[in-house]
């Protein structure tokens, strides 16, 4: 049972466009939610947060935009560039009324930026 | 800090041999995650310690997989018998408690490949 789906595995995005990542959960406990970007052989790093009080976090180039309504959540790059290709992992937890700390994250989309 | 270090970074073992995968977390960091990183499944949490105890072990796939953390700076993740459906790569984890900000730092990972 995937609680946390991105749904495109794969995304190409011309140079100085916008990148849109998407991100669906299901569990309604889900209360933070964080992005990570992978690159080849090297560990995840962590990139962007939004707590679910928020609907909008900014950060530089990045935006994460947050639909409580629709358990949606979504990355914006712009501008893209050449560097931001990587595989971008969506993950979520619950952290209210002692529920466990841990992360769960989803498939993953990697990103293709063309110059 | 020298972050999240994994060892080895690379491990290919024949079927049925035992294969043990090791971390040492950032100092000071409460907590310590495995993940397991496949095409399907994406990052899948098996394992994860607060202060050195086991806290929630659901995501271990069978009891052929184990996990210890005898202190503050180490843990083991143990496979045995190994398997061809084991070849993955492995990610530890590791973060602070409280502040709200449930980012955690990974390691590189250690790409098992069991023939």
Redesign the interface.
């Given at each position: 049972d995937q609680q946390v789906k991105q749904n495109s595995p794969s995304l190409s995005v011309q140079e100085g466009r916008i990148s849109i990542l998407n991100c669906d959960y299901t569990n309604s406990m889900f209360d933070y939610f964080l992005w990570y970007k992978k690159y080849p052989a090297e560990g995840p790093t962590f990139l962007i947060s939004i707590s679910s009080i928020k609907d909008k976090n900014e950060d530089g180039r990045f935006t994460v935009f947050l639909n409580k309504s629709a358990k949606h959540l979504s990355l914006h790059i712009v501008p893209s560039q050449p560097g931001d290709s990587a595989v971008y992992f969506c993950a979520a937890s619950a952290r209210r009324g002692g529920a466990t700390n841990k992360l769960i994250f989803g498939t993953g989309t990697l990103l293709a930026v063309q110059p | 800090d020298a972050g999240?270090i994994q060892s080895p970074r690379h491990e290919v073992t024949e079927m049925g041999q035992e294969v043990t995968l090791r971390c040492k977390p950032i100092s000071g960091h409460d907590?310590l995650?495995w993940?397991r990183q496949t095409?399907?499944?994406?990052?899948?949490?098996l394992i994860?310690f607060?202060n050195n105890v086991p806290?929630?072990d659901s995501g271990m796939p069978e009891d052929r997989f184990s996990a210890k953390m005898p202190n503050a700076s180490f843990s083991t993740l143990k496979i045995q018998p190994s398997e061809p459906r084991d070849s993955a790569v492995y990610?530890c984890?590791s973060r602070r408690e409280g502040g709200?900000?449930?980012?955690?730092?990974?390691?590189?990972?250690t790409r098992l490949t069991v023939v």
């Open positions: - | 999240v907590y995650f993940y095409m399907m499944r994406g990052l899948e949490l994860y607060n806290i929630d990610f984890a709200g900000n449930t980012e955690a730092f990974f390691g590189q990972g």
